[in-house]
């Protein structure tokens, strides 16, 4: 089954490491994991590692929990490769949802078949409420949902 999944893993949190084990244990080996480019993501957060970095932070989390490197690819606006791939499955979160109805109205225009949608519910943080990267990033809680 081919799986996909993207975002900026900036930093990879406990959110993040549940949408990827979500799409291991749906694709096996054969995921993609779509890596916002660094312009893409420094659109959304100004203070971004660069790709590569985030890109071998990935690569390591899976390769030493699974035993095996994902394919990764850059990506460089809201559909990666999911117009052009048939993937199985799309794994999201809240937040990506509404961009992952749209990827399939596109393809739906396109004459190719809907990506199955998997909406994997956030990580709580300690506090009750979503670990996320912003919240991160302004010192509210570490990557792995503790107050600060």
Do not use: C, Q
Not at 3 to 10: Q, R
Not at 38 to 48: C, E, G, L, Q, Y
């Amino acid at each position: 089954m081919k799986v996909a999944l993207g975002g900026t893993f900036e930093p990879l949190h406990e959110g993040h490491k549940k949408l990827i084990d979500v799409a291991v244990k749906l694709g096996g080996k054969e995921i993609t994991i779509g890596i916002t480019s660094d312009r893409m993501a420094r659109a959304r957060m100004r203070s971004v590692l660069p790709f590569s970095i985030r890109a071998e932070n990935v690569r390591r989390y899976v390769k030493k929990k699974y035993g095996f490197e994902p394919e990764i690819v850059k990506i460089t606006n809201p559909y990666g490769k999911t117009l052009e791939v048939d993937f199985e499955y799309l794994v999201v979160s809240p937040e990506t949802y509404e961009t992952a109805l749209k990827i399939n109205e596109k393809r739906a225009e396109m004459g190719k078949r809907k990506i199955t949608i998997v909406r994997v519910d956030w990580v709580m943080a300690e506090d009750g409420r979503p670990i996320s990267s912003t919240r991160i990033k302004r010192g509210e809680i570490d990557r792995y949902g503790g107050v600060i």
